[in-house]
């Protein structure tokens, strides 16, 4: 049986020897550790920060707003808000009104849940042959140029 020094009780305990192997105390820490920096490269042919390219960067507000648009609200546990419900608008009557509630309702989402871009324009229409409602909205990534825009596109179909 190993024992060791208790510092709240002040006692020496016994633990018994189903309980593991007891681990030598450290004496020698060593040099503190060093805190990440994200500037500092540790490759010399290579200096400057480290950030994601342009594509990726852009591939992952796609993905990210793929997600969006592919989650109904109440599927997300500890985000019960986050999602669109996009096939409510199939079947309905494709007026000013529903177009401009869809707008809002897209413009809402986006602003809260994807902070990287900024709304351009969004476009509403509905084919009626298909039963489609499509949307194409037109974004700007926050901190870019203003001709450097990003059109993302969807449709939604009624789910079988």
């Known amino acids: 049986m190993a024992t060791f020094f208790n510092p709240t009780t002040q006692r020496i305990r016994t633990v018994p020897p189903w309980y593991g192997p007891m681990l030598p105390p450290v004496i020698n820490r060593g040099a503190p550790l060093s805190l990440v920096n994200a500037f500092v490269t540790s490759d ?6 480290v950030f994601p390219s342009a594509s990726s960067y852009r591939a992952s507000i796609i993905s990210s707003l793929d997600m969006l648009f592919g989650t109904l609200p109440g599927e997300r546990l500890f985000l019960p808000a986050y999602g669109l419900n996009m096939e409510a608008l199939v079947f309905e009557a494709l007026d000013v009104q529903l177009t401009s509630d869809a707008q809002l309702t897209i413009r809402t989402a986006i ?7 900024q709304i351009v324009d969004i476009a509403v229409n509905k084919d009626p042959q298909n039963n489609t409602v499509s949307f194409v909205i037109t974004l700007q990534i926050r901190g870019s140029t203003p001709n450097d825009l990003l059109t993302y596109s969807t449709s939604s179909t009624p789910s079988p």
């Open 111 to 117: 602003q809260t849940f994807e902070p990287r871009v």
């Open 44 to 49: 010399p042919q290579m200096p400057g920060p």
